[in-house]
Structures are given as structure tokens and as C-alpha cells.
């Protein structure tokens, strides 16, 4: 019996807490708790020890107190004991962890190139082919619609003339026009939309005038304006392009713009007295360089289907020139005997549009979030 009231007496005073300790609402409370201590809610009656501040309920807010004075348990980390990093430990004893180290994949700087390449290639293929054309783009060389031989790599058109000479001839007038009609579509779009989202009186009527437009079919806008403008050629094609093409970019623009224009450091340059030119080339517009390289591609795609779409329906280029889209239609009764008058500029046409667009998404920045790996 003695030896049961010895092994009580010891365990009451290992469970005791030191002097100053504070207790919360789930610590033992009751002769457990030794002087000093507070459990539960400490009234005016409570002994609380020196250095411990317990709270309502025993819960210590902002103001918790992990001086010298309290004692921790053995899952507790103590003040002095907290170590962030690689010296992190615990009192049990246990040996220090590695930390942890967030790498972040960088970008591999031959990737963007690699993209821009083949545009690069076929526009410079494109702007000085009329020079490496092997021979006269409106001599015949071979007979109609002939088989490739040495003469003619790809064979002959519906004259005879040689296929590779016309294809090498045929691109420049196709990419400089698309190049120059999606360059003014994009930077009118860019300053009404900047502009509409700025001023809203202003984007609204823009919006509406975008709306109307944007009911007209292309082909038939096409028509009009090539057929009313007698002597137009590629002048008049651009037009159309840019006409049939400012709609679309603008409501893209205004719906990209409307969060920069309404962020704060816009607010403040507009209440700082910045007039609307600097608002839209200096605060807005720099914003917005991943959206316009990107409207860039989508609209010299659009313009080169719709230079295409002229020069299929023989309304700018007119025989003998030599035109991609005109080589389809010329040379579209004769597919089966020498394919490659079709199917080459064909490809040339598809490739273009293809290769530019990727490259205009290389150009933009990159403004995801990367992945982040923990290892």
C-alpha cells in the first residue's frame, strides 16, 4: 500500500507544471496543477506564475508569451528551438532535415527561335524568289501540264511554263500585302480599343460601328469594295482586308484593355493630368504586347485567305502574273496530270499563315504562371 501511494505521489509530481507555466483549455487542470500555473478562464483568485499569460479560455492571441518561464510538453517546439531551413529540430532529439528548394524551370532560349525559323525562311524565300527564279515566268519551257524533269523541276502549267519559276515569282505581291494589312488593322484596332476603353462614350460607339461591320460577309465586302474601285489591284485589296478586318480586332482589343484601363496606376496617371495620348502609348498599350502580337498573327492569316480569295476570283492579279492563289485556279483542270501545279502553292499558302502565327505567339511574352517543382 505504501509502495502505491509512492508511485502516485511521484507521477502527481511529474505532471506537474513549473512555476509560471500557463495552461490552456485543454491542459489538466485541478490539484494536478501546480502554483503558478492558470487553467481554463483565470479570475482574480488565480495564482498565474511569473512570464505566463493565458487569455480567455486559456487561448493566447497576439499577445502569447514563450519566455523562459513556460515549460513546453514533449510535442511542443520551443521559442528557442524553432529554426526554419536546413536547422530545424525538435526536443526529441531528432537529426536536422535538408531544406526544401523550389526550382524554377527557365526557359530554353532556342525554343523561340526554332519557332521563328521557318516563317523566317519562307517570307525571305517569298520577298527575293523573283530573282532565283531559274527561268521567264511567262515563257514556255516544257509542254502543258507536263511531268517533272530537268527542264522543270515540277513540271509544267497549263502553257507550259515552268512550275518552280512561277512559284518562286509568285509570293511576294501575296505576303507583302498580308504583311501591310495586318500591320494597319492591328494599330487601328490597338488606338480605338485603347481609346473605347479609356472613354466610354467613345467604345461605345465604336462597338457599335464594329457590330455593323461585322455583319458583312468577307467575300462579299471583298466584291464590293474590289469591283466599285476599277483599277484598284492590290491597293484595293488591302482596303478590304483592313475594312473587313478592324471590326473583330477592335472588340479584342477593348475587352483586353478595359482591366488595364481600370487598374491604379492608370488612375493616377489620368489624375495626375496625363492627357489620353500618353494614357493609351504609355500606360495602356505596353500592357498589351502579348495580345497584339497575338492579334498580329490572326489577322495576316485572315489577310492572306483573303488576298488568297482575291487572286482566286481573278480580282487583283490578272494572267500572265504570277500569283499563288491565281496558279490554283489557272492550273485546277489539269490536277490530274501534273499535281504539282496545284498542290504546291497550295501547301505555300497553308505553310505561310501556319509559320507566321507561330511566330508571333513566340514573340509574345509570356505571361502564365511557371511551374514550380519542390525536390
Avoid at 8 to 30: C, E, H, I, K, N
Avoid at 61 to 73: E, I, L, N, S
Avoid at 111 to 139: C, K, M, Q, S
Avoid at 143 to 150: C, I, N, R
Amino acid at each position: 500500500m505504501n509502495r502505491i501511494r509512492q508511485a502516485a505521489a511521484a507521477l502527481r509530481s511529474q505532471r506537474a507544471p513549473a512555476p509560471g507555466a500557463a495552461t490552456g483549455a485543454g491542459d489538466v487542470t485541478g490539484p494536478d496543477v501546480g502554483p503558478g500555473a492558470v487553467a481554463g478562464v483565470t479570475g482574480a483568485g488565480d495564482d498565474v506564475g511569473p512570464g505566463a499569460v493565458a487569455g480567455v479560455g486559456g487561448a493566447t492571441g497576439a499577445g502569447d508569451v514563450t519566455g523562459p518561464d513556460r515549460v513546453t510538453g514533449a510535442g511542443d517546439i520551443a521559442a528557442s528551438d524553432r529554426v526554419v531551413g536546413a536547422a530545424r529540430s525538435t526536443r526529441s532529439g531528432s537529426a536536422p532535415r535538408s531544406p526544401r528548394v523550389l526550382r524554377i524551370p527557365t526557359a530554353v532560349p532556342w525554343r523561340p527561335a526554332l519557332r521563328l525559323f521557318p516563317a523566317l525562311v519562307l517570307i525571305v524565300l517569298a520577298l527575293i524568289g523573283p530573282w532565283l527564279a531559274p527561268h521567264a515566268i511567262d515563257i514556255p519551257v516544257t509542254g502543258p501540264y507536263a511531268e517533272p524533269d530537268s527542264a522543270a523541276p515540277l513540271g509544267g502549267d497549263l502553257l507550259g511554263r515552268d512550275v518552280l519559276s512561277r512559284l518562286l515569282a509568285g509570293g511576294r505581291e501575296l505576303v507583302v500585302s498580308a504583311l501591310i494589312a495586318a500591320f494597319v488593322v492591328t494599330a487601328l484596332a490597338a488606338v480605338l480599343g485603347a481609346v473605347g476603353a479609356l472613354r466610354p462614350a467613345v467604345g461605345r460607339i465604336v462597338d457599335r460601328a464594329a457590330d455593323l461591320l461585322i455583319l458583312l460577309p468577307a467575300v462579299l465586302g471583298l466584291l464590293l469594295i474590289a469591283l466599285s474601285w476599277p483599277g484598284g489591284g492590290r491597293l484595293a485589296i488591302i482596303t478590304a482586308a483592313v475594312v473587313l478586318g478592324v471590326p473583330y480586332a477592335v472588340r479584342l482589343i477593348a475587352s483586353a484593355a478595359a482591366p488595364v484601363a481600370a487598374s491604379g496606376y492608370v488612375e493616377a496617371a489620368a489624375a495626375g493630368g496625363e492627357h489620353l495620348w500618353h494614357l493609351v502609348f504609355r500606360e495602356l498599350l505596353p500592357n498589351l504586347r502579348a495580345v497584339l502580337l497575338a492579334l498580329f498573327g490572326l489577322r495576316f492569316v485572315a489577310a492572306v485567305y483573303l488576298v488568297s480569295t482575291a487572286g482566286f476570283l481573278q480580282i487583283g492579279p490578272q494572267p500572265p502574273a504570277a500569283d499563288w492563289a491565281l496558279m490554283i485556279r489557272e492550273n485546277g483542270p489539269g490536277v490530274m496530270l501534273n499535281p504539282w501545279a496545284v498542290v504546291a502553292p497550295s501547301l505555300l499558302i497553308g505553310l505561310l499563315a501556319m509559320t507566321v502565327n507561330l511566330a508571333a505567339s513566340a514573340l509574345a511574352p509570356q505571361i502564365g504562371r511557371k511551374a514550380v517543382s519542390l525536390r
